[in-house]
T-cell receptor, first 118, second 115 residues
């Protein structure tokens, strides 16, 4: 079974600074997807960024980028120019790329609560 | 209008009561999921459905049941609620398509408190 570990329960960053959230995962598969979801106080789960394991290039979405290290099974999220609206719980998630059964489910880490200080 | 809706948004009930949480979607997706979120534990899968006739247990299905009334509707029931089921519940949907259509879209969540 796959597991996802977020070792930082809480992080804080100053507005306009850069912060990196860590995520490691354990899997025996070679083809999979990794995600970062944001959950603000509104509770809504919002997809921030996605990475396909077969792609070597790190995904980027505006101020959000990832550092995907497949051999090390590491998938960190970097937020540049942090804004007050970035304050939220961030979840790392894994999904198998194999079809069928429960492979379509997302396996989540326990989350990192990010505080942005003005 | 939201693509994935959940009712109710908040519910307080008593131990032993039967509770139904409802999820509706207008995205036209085939796959629907129910997750439970507990503080410090992330989200865990309760049940998932690939179509109206295909319902499967997730990792924490004990104490829960589901009904897929239509492609767009997926309900979660707690037959006899217990305080341990106090949590935030999310419904999600995803497309049946190829490898690029794998994003799960989440509803706004239902906060359930069992006294």
């Amino acid at each position: 079974a796959q597991t996802v570990t977020q070792s930082q329960p809480e992080m804080s960053v100053q507005e306009a600074e850069t912060v990196t959230l860590s995520c490691t995962y354990d899997t025996s598969e070679s083809d999979y997807y990794l995600f970062w979801y944001k959950q603000p106080p509104s509770r809504q789960m919002i997809l921030v960024i996605r990475q396909e394991a077969y792609k070597q290039q790190n995904a980027t979405e505006n101020r959000f980028s990832v550092n995907f290290q497949k051999a090390a099974k590491s998938f960190s999220l970097k937020i540049s120019d942090s804004q007050l609206g970035d304050a939220a719980m961030y979840f790392c998630a894994y999904r198998s790329a194999r079809g069928g059964g429960s492979n379509y489910k997302l396996t989540f880490g326990k989350g990192t609560l990010l505080t942005v200080n003005p | 209008d939201a693509d994935v809706t959940q009712t109710p948004r908040n519910r307080i009930t008593k131990t032993g009561k039967r509770i139904m949480l409802e999820c509706s979607q207008t995205k036209g997706h085939d796959r629907m999921y129910w997750y439970r979120q507990d503080p410090g534990l992330g989200l865990r899968l309760i049940y998932y459905s690939f179509d109206v006739k295909d319902i499967n247990k997730g990792e924490i299905s004990d104490g829960y049941s589901v009904s897929r009334q239509a492609q767009a509707k997926f309900s979660l029931s707690l037959e006899s609620a217990i305080p341990n089921q106090t949590a935030l519940y999310f419904c999600a949907t995803s497309d049946l398509g190829g490898r690029f259509y794998n994003e799960q879209f989440f509803g706004p969540g239902t906060r359930l408190t069992v006294l």
